[in-house]
Every structure is written in structure tokens, then in C-alpha cells.
């Protein structure tokens, strides 16, 4: 999700991911900062902590005022980072028990990819029943890009993109053109961005636009 240098801390991703998305903004607060090093010390993924920032901007995308920034602090996704923390934790839990030491038989656990990639493929599936123009391009995902499960956050983060650029592409034109407007002029604000904010923000508002017209809820 950034593209900061693989050297780059935890807490460096982080900052970084969440001001292209909010938008504006060129360091954090104190108490976003101590929130951060909190989340560094859970010990769990980078994309695990920015997806819980992405989904709080993008329930909150839509009420923003013009020239507002997205969210006004880290603090604002607090819930939901939290959330993303607590079920990658459980299901990384999950996925490595041994089923032979108590219960042989069980079915293993799905892990946290495991369970993202089954909620990816049912949402575009649900949306080829809703729109059979779309029909084509989702069969075609299941054997292609969604062929198999990735085995990191961050492979299965762009897995994600991926497919949802190419149902973009699938769109008729007028369509695409209209959704490309509407994300560009909702980031329209972001004027003391960096090239390379800029490009992880636009990526996150076009997702999130075309997640909105296809009516795909969150994953």
C-alpha cells in the first residue's frame, strides 16, 4: 500500500498511508503518535493497521465537506484499526492450531487472507447477480487474478485492487469516465502532497468510488 522504502518502519508505513488517504496534513499529533506506537507494538502487519485506516475514511469519504480532509486524525480510526487488529489476531490464532492434538477431524481454521479472498470472491459474485454485464469479467477474476489465495497481507491487498480496477475497466465508458471525475474531484484538495501521497490517495478514492457505485459493502 505505500511506497516508501522496504527499510521503512512500522510506523513510518503507517503515518505515511494515513495522511495520503486523509488527504491533507504533513505529520501527526502527539496523540496520534502515541496512539501509533501503541499499534507498533501489537506486532501484527502493516496492512492489517491500514486497512482499519482505509475502511474509517471510507465510511467517512462521503460527509466530508469540500476541502475538508477525510478524517481529522489517527484518532478518528481508532474502532476500526482495533477491530482489523482483534480479527487478524483470531483468525492467525485459528489457522495454527494443530487440529491433530484435540480434535482431528476439525476443519483447520481459514487464515486472515484465507478469509479476506473468500469475502472478495463472494462480494464480486453477489455483484455478477446484480449486473450481468459484469458477469463475464467476475468469471473470468475467479480464474485468473482470484485463481489463488495469497499468503501475505500485502499480496492479498493488491489482489484486492486488482480485481476492482479490472471490473472498473469492465464498466462501459461514460461510466468509467464519470467515476474517474468523481474520485479525482473529491482528492482535488490535496495541494502539499508529495507525488507519492498523491498516487496512494488517488488509488484509495478510486477504489472507494467504485466500490460505492457497484454497491459492494465492506470486505
Not at 35 to 47: D, K, M, Q, S, Y
Not at 52 to 72: C, F, M, N, Q, Y
Not at 148 to 167: C, S
Request: aromatic share 6%; net charge positive.
Amino acid at each position: 500500500m505505500s511506497l516508501l522504502p522496504e527499510s521503512a518502519s512500522f510506523e513510518e508505513l503507517v503515518q505515511d498511508y494515513f495522511l495520503a488517504v486523509r488527504g491533507a496534513g504533513l505529520m501527526l499529533s502527539a496523540l496520534d503518535t502515541e496512539l501509533l506506537t501503541t499499534w507498533a507494538r501489537e506486532g501484527v502487519p502493516f496492512e492489517v493497521v491500514a486497512r482499519g485506516i482505509s475502511r474509517s475514511a471510507e465510511k467517512a469519504l462521503w460527509d466530508a465537506r469540500p476541502g475538508e480532509p477525510v478524517l481529522r486524525s489517527l484518532r478518528a480510526c481508532r474502532r476500526q484499526v482495533e477491530s482489523e487488529i482483534k480479527k487478524y489476531r483470531e483468525l492467525a490464532a485459528g489457522a495454527g492450531e494443530d487440529p491433530s492434538s484435540s480434535a482431528p477431524r476439525r476443519k483447520r481454521a481459514r487464515s486472515w487472507e484465507e478469509t479476506r479472498h473468500a469475502r472478495l470472491c463472494a462480494a464480486l459474485e453477489d455483484l455478477a447477480g446484480r449486473d450481468e454485464a459484469l458477469s463475464h469479467r467476475v468469471r473470468n477474476l475467479r480464474i485468473t487474478v482470484l485463481a489463488h489465495v495469497p499468503e501475505e497481507p500485502a499480496a492479498m491487498d493488491a489482489q484486492e485492487v486488482l480485481a476492482f480496477l479490472l471490473v472498473l475497466r469492465a464498466l462501459p465508458f461514460m461510466d468509467r469516465c464519470a467515476l474517474w471525475r468523481e474520485a479525482l474531484a473529491a482528492s482535488a484538495e490535496q495541494q502539499v502532497m508529495s507525488p507519492r501521497a498523491r498516487k496512494v490517495s488517488r488509488r484509495f478514492r478510486v477504489l472507494a468510488t467504485v466500490r460505492r457505485r457497484l454497491g459492494v459493502k465492506e470486505l
